[in-house]
């Protein structure tokens, strides 16, 4: 089993910045793509950004030039680094890993921004 723990949600004003970070442990094996997603109330789970083991990134285009994605691959860790945040940004955020052919979801942190 793969346990991810995502951390650095919270409240926000519009224009303001939060650092999200998920921490895998457990059985981990050949980590390859490392995601953040998010899901809006009443709203379906989208893609934010992901990065590959090499280093390979891609950003949702609502997101681009505002939020950046890294990791480390020593401690198995993903960040998501956003800024100019929006009202529009409120949501679950979501952190997803692939180990092999499995895809492994953390329990999400909440991102709220104030108008």
């Known amino acids: 089993q793969v346990q991810l723990v995502e951390s650095g949600g919270g409240l926000v004003q519009a224009g303001g910045s939060l650092r999200l970070s998920c921490a895998a442990s457990?059985?981990?094996?050949?980590?390859?793509?490392m995601s953040w997603y998010r899901q809006a109330p009443g709203k379906q789970r989208e893609l934010v950004a992901a990065i590959q083991r090499g280093g390979n990134v891609n950003y949702a285009d609502f997101v681009k030039g505002r939020f950046t994605i890294s990791r480390d691959n020593a401690k198995n860790t993903v960040s998501l680094q956003m800024t100019s945040l929006k009202p529009e940004d409120t949501a679950v955020y979501y952190c997803?890993?692939?180990?092999?052919?499995?895809?492994?979801w953390g329990q999400g942190t909440q991102v709220t921004v104030s108008s």
């Open positions: 997803h890993v692939i180990t092999g052919i499995y895809g492994n």
């Open positions: 457990g059985s981990i094996f050949n980590i390859n793509t």
